[in-house]
């Protein structure tokens, strides 16, 4: 049952208690999320020394690829912000340009994490070779597989906001996915800084 | 058009371009691992909340405080699993 608070200062993604509930079940998903990545790092942080006769992080990491990736998620980032602001907006045109953007971003966020991914693998650096390029692999594919379902996520969001406009519903859904954007760019600050920067210092 | 790049946003993914260039510093500068540390904790902290708070607006509807409360509760988990781990495996005090 959808009940309607009729409260018209709010953005239309709050505007029903069912829309207010659902964002809030998100936040709690993104708790559970942190924690997920918390325990990632853990695993990481004891593995990383443990590279047995494959190479360390500082051998095969480039900076370059992965710069780029860091521009490209904080710029998605960024993007989606707007797109929500256009949404608030009630600029559906505008707020479709923003996540059609964002989506592009993502895929080449990802096209650079393939091209890592299989560099790494020509250097000898893959899931079996040790403990280090087994949790490695494991952090990075974690946070690659959400992008990729993201990416998934936003398509299908589109559609639906062509199809039906900006509902209370699919407005719901658009910020809600923005959520789960945003999120992944801050997992991907402390990929960054934590497992790249930190091995190439 | 104007109206579609509100200027908070814009100083905002500025500032997290410039928390990237700060934490890059660690790489192109040959510094001590505890201040190259210290400088991406920093960094990348500030950036997370940068994100949180005017990105993904955490504090504006009135669910705030449980927001936030779910949030700091996963970050707490997350850090003490992180140091926990790093004591008993890496640092060797248990």
Request: glycine residues 8%; without cysteine.
């Amino acid at each position: 049952m959808l009940k309607m608070n009729n409260n018209n200062t709010q953005p239309l993604e709050y505007s029903t208690e069912q829309g207010r509930m659902n964002i809030l079940g998100f936040w709690i998903f993104i708790g559970a999320e942190i924690m997920l990545f918390g325990t990632l790092f853990a695993s990481y942080f004891t593995l990383e020394t443990r590279t047995g006769s494959g190479p360390a992080g500082a051998e095969i990491f480039e900076l370059p690829p992965v710069l780029a990736e860091t521009l490209l998620l904080l710029t998605s980032s960024f993007i989606i912000g707007l797109g929500i602001h256009a949404m608030r907006l009630g600029r559906k045109k505008a707020m479709m340009t923003f996540f059609i953007i964002t989506l592009i971003l993502g895929a080449a966020f990802l096209g650079f994490e393939i091209y890592e991914f299989i560099h790494y693998v020509h250097e000898g650096a893959s899931l079996q070779t040790s403990a280090f390029t087994s949790i490695l692999l494991t952090t990075l594919g974690t946070h690659g597989l959400h992008v990729t379902f993201g990416l998934a996520w936003g398509i299908v969001i589109l559609i639906q906001v062509i199809k039906r406009g900006l509902t209370p519903q699919t407005a719901n859904k658009s910020f809600i996915f923005s959520l789960y954007w945003h999120f992944l760019d801050v997992v991907w600050i402390f990929i960054f800084s934590f497992i790249y920067l930190k091995g190439m210092m | 058009m104007k109206e579609l790049f509100p200027a908070k946003h814009v100083m905002g993914f500025i500032f997290s371009l410039v928390l990237t260039g700060v934490a890059l510093s660690v790489y192109f500068f040959d510094m001590s691992f505890f201040m190259g540390m210290t400088i991406l904790l920093v960094t990348a902290f500030a950036q997370a909340a940068l994100q949180l708070v005017l990105f993904m607006h955490a504090g504006e509807s009135e669910d705030k405080n449980t927001i936030y409360t779910s949030v700091y509760y996963g970050i707490i988990i997350a850090v003490i699993t992180v140091l926990g781990t790093m004591l008993a495996m890496i640092w060797g005090y248990v």
